[in-house]
């Protein structure tokens, strides 16, 4: 029998035009990923408040989307959940996802390729973020100078 959260976590795969084995092969994946796999036949009166933010997670990644709006994706969790979002944000970002995401976060705005950020409803500051593996060194700056 499938539960509510499987359901949940399929469905929107299945309105995107999967097939039955395909939606369940990423559900499946997706509830792996976020540490939640054994709570697949659950109902939601019966998860925490973070596991029901990563069923939502799921459910929003199901089918893939080209853009996700993300608020506080990783707000009320603990850091090793936290963690596996982000570290699924990641890949769905690799994959070619683009994600926007609100956050409080200093540390998971540090993950972002840009950063807005936003003072009494107006932007304060607007910045492309460059990976710490990108950041030039004076080597770099020489070679890209010859480039």
């Known amino acids: 029998m499938t539960g509510i959260v499987d359901s949940a976590a399929a469905f ?3 309105l995107a035009g999967a097939t039955p084995r395909q939606a369940r092969k990423r559900r499946e994946e997706l509830l792996a990923e976020l540490g939640i796999a054994a709570k697949a036949n659950s109902s939601p009166s019966r998860l925490s408040g973070g596991e029901q933010q990563r069923v939502a997670l799921a459910r929003a990644l199901a089918n893939e989307p080209s853009l996700l709006l993300a608020d506080e ?5 603990d850091s090793a959940s ?17 994600i926007l995401m609100v956050t409080h976060d200093a540390k998971v705005a540090g993950l ?8 009494d409803g107006m932007i304060a500051d607007d910045a492309r973020v460059v990976p710490a593996s990108r950041k ?7 070679l890209e100078l010859r480039g």
Do not use: K
């Open 136 to 142: 030039a060194t004076p080597v770099r700056d020489i």
């Open 12 to 14: 929107p795969a299945l």
């Open 73 to 77: 994706p990783t707000g009320n969790l």
């Open 112 to 119: 972002a390729d840009r950063v807005i950020s936003l003072f």
């Open 82 to 98: 936290a963690r596996d979002v982000l570290r699924l944000l990641r890949r769905a970002h690799a994959a070619g996802q683009t």
